[in-house]
């Protein structure tokens, strides 16, 4: 993976993730999830700074919508993986993610 610094903990997943984009919807997958945002990968061409709505959930669960946007974008043996970032997260839904990745056997740290 790349040297990208973090700079909350993240924990790798390999789950469903619903995309919204300007009317357009789409299931990719989310491979890793942070209090700050996820790595999602897929076939959606997605742009950094595009305004998304994603929907997920970190158990198999109950699920989470926020909106994010795009950060950045990788290519690695040609699969799209993106970095969206939170805009906005209620506190409760943040304490769930924090307390899934505390929960994490691996350190997903880097």
Do not use: C, W
């Not at 990208?4 to 357009?24: A, D, F, M, W, Y």
């Not at 939170?86 to 506190?91: A, I, N, R, T, V």
């Amino acid at each position: 993976m790349s040297n990208v610094e973090r700079r909350v903990p993240r924990k790798k997943v390999n789950r469903p993730v619903g995309i919204l984009k300007k009317g357009q919807y789409s299931v990719e997958r989310m491979l890793q999830v942070g209090e700050g945002g996820l790595m999602v990968s897929g076939l959606s061409s997605l742009e950094v700074g595009d305004r998304i709505l994603m929907t997920f959930s970190l158990r198999g669960e109950g699920f989470f919508t926020s909106r994010g946007t795009v950060r950045y974008h990788l290519d690695e043996a040609a699969i799209k993986m993106y970095g969206v970032e939170f805009d906005e997260l209620p506190f409760q839904v943040l304490r769930e993610i924090r307390s899934f990745v505390a929960s994490s056997n691996t350190s997903s740290k880097k």
